[in-house]
């Protein structure tokens, strides 16, 4: 089954913790992207990589840090997460034919 | 000024009706243009995707495109409770820039189907 999956889906640490939210899709997609979710806000784009080494900043990069070593996989890194990082994040995959991104099942991350 | 921009409803729609959702966008250069469904605490979805201008038709729903008046819309025809949900519309800029791949969403309108 083709899917963009990320782990963990629920979190709940403290400030200054540095987490990793792990990404991957099965889709052989070279591009994918780190959104976050604020109500009133809409969908933010923190980080995107168009393939292996390649990344560049979104919208909302301030606090955060990205990977990607291989195709298949693209972390987010909190190195201090802050209160104002507590958020929805969703992982996204872009088939280039298309344009379409499909979207990972999000992670409610909260900080406190 | 926001680059996508929606009415944020509710839009509260009979059961049976059609739901009309509209969407305008600041860049000229965008090339595709996509709806989302997103149910609450739950991934965006995509509905359907549109590039050229007018309508394309998938079962219940039509998307409508006018790149003149920058603006793209949503018909979701005999609306049922199932389709109450944040319905999101993105924009994706020329592939030739640098903000290619780089969606823009607007904050959504929430759709409520009454029984």
């Known amino acids: 089954e083709a899917q963009v999956t990320q782990n963990p889906r629920y979190l709940i640490t403290v400030t200054g913790k540095k987490l990793t939210v792990t990404c991957s899709q099965n889709?052989?997609?070279?591009?994918m992207s780190w959104y976050r979710q604020d109500p009133g806000l809409g969908l933010r784009q923190i980080y995107y990589?168009?393939?292996?080494?390649?990344?560049d900043k979104g919208d909302v990069p301030e606090g955060y840090k990205v990977s990607r070593k291989e195709k298949r996989n693209f972390p987010l890194i909190l190195e201090s997460p802050s209160p104002n990082q507590t958020s929805l994040y969703f992982c996204?995959?872009?088939?280039?034919?298309?344009?379409?991104?499909?979207f990972g099942p999000g992670t409610r991350l909260t900080v406190l | 000024q926001k680059e996508v921009e929606q009415n944020s409803g509710p839009l509260s729609v009979p059961e049976g009706a059609i739901a009309s959702l509209n969407c305008t966008y600041s860049?000229?250069?965008?090339?595709?243009f996509f709806w989302y469904r997103q149910y609450s605490g739950k991934s965006p979805e995509l509905i359907m995707f549109i590039y050229s201008n007018g309508d394309k038709e998938d079962g219940r729903f039509t998307a409508q495109l006018n790149k003149a008046s920058q603006y793209v819309s949503l018909l979701i025809r005999d609306s049922q409770p199932s389709d109450s949900a944040t319905y999101l519309c993105?924009?994706?800029?020329?592939?030739?820039?640098?903000?290619?791949?780089?969606?823009?969403f607007g904050a959504g309108t929430q759709v409520v189907v009454t029984p």
């Open positions: 860049d000229r250069g965008s090339q595709s």
């Open positions: 996204a995959s872009m088939e280039g034919s298309t344009d379409t991104q499909y």
């Open positions: 889709m052989n997609h070279e591009y």
């Open positions: 993105a924009v994706n800029a020329n592939p030739t820039t640098d903000s290619w791949g780089k969606l823009q």
């Open positions: 990589s168009m393939n292996v080494e390649v990344t």
